[in-house]
């Protein structure tokens, strides 16, 4: 199993510029999450699923859009990339359903993006 | 919200030693999850609990529920235990996870 898989690892982008940061879980999740992680700040949510079909927002959903294509893949778009999305971000998936129990949640390896 | 606060921020220690890193969380959890984030960036999930302890090898986890803290300790620290530990709170469910900013560790030989 390849547990979590994102791509591309690394991108740099202008500003306006836009792209797609893909994820996909190899492990029949439910549950899958997009986080960034910036300098003094921690880990944050930016978006979540909780089955296919749905999205909701984290903390920090501005400028971003998910979409979750089935279940395996779960995809972060910038339309209108900005410095302050400068950021790694991380995809990670948890066997959770939409209410009930926590469970653990895997990470994928990250996706370090420049905005300039 | 919930806010997740660590501390120390940062700890250099020596082989050997007996190290505790400290979570504490604002409102009730369903659960109280310990990760690990080494240089190169990978985060791996050490530990989830919703009460009592857990043991893996060196590692402990500890919460108290009614205190609203939960502890990691590493027994007989290692150079290899060099990493950053994070605690993260979840709500239940699919919730996401709210993160407390980390505890960057050094061991030094």
């Known amino acids: 199993n390849a547990g979590v898989t994102q791509t591309p690892k690394f991108q740099v982008l202008k500003t306006g510029q836009s792209m797609t940061l893909q994820c996909a879980q190899d492990m029949n999740h439910n549950s899958m999450y997009w986080y960034r992680q910036d300098p003094g700040m921690g880990l944050r949510l930016i978006y979540y699923s909780a089955s296919e079909g749905t999205t909701d927002k984290g903390e920090v959903p501005n400028g971003y859009n998910v979409s979750r294509l089935n279940k395996r893949e779960f995809s972060l778009r910038l339309e209108s990339a900005a410095p302050s999305q400068t950021s790694v971000y991380f995809c990670?998936?948890?066997?959770?359903?939409?209410?009930?129990?926590?469970?653990?949640?895997?990470f994928g390896p990250g996706t370090r993006l420049t905005v300039t | 919200k919930n806010e997740v606060e660590q501390s120390p921020q940062n700890l250099t220690a020596q082989e050997g030693e007996f190290i505790t890193i400290n979570c504490s969380y604002s409102?009730?959890?369903?659960?109280l999850h310990w990760l690990q984030q080494h240089p190169g960036g990978g985060i791996v999930s050490l530990f989830m609990l919703s009460s009592g302890k857990k043991k893996h090898g060196r590692l402990i986890a500890t919460i108290n529920i009614q205190e609203k803290h939960s502890s990691l300790h590493i027994t007989a620290s290692h150079p290899r235990d060099s990493a950053v530990y994070i605690c993260?709170?979840?709500?239940?469910?699919?919730?996401?996870?709210?993160f407390g900013k980390g505890t960057h560790l050094i061991i030094q030989p």
């Open positions: 409102v009730g959890i369903s659960a």
């Open positions: 993260a709170a979840s709500g239940g469910g699919a919730d996401g996870l709210t």
């Open positions: 990670a998936s948890s066997t959770a359903l939409a209410s009930g129990n926590s469970y653990e949640q895997y």
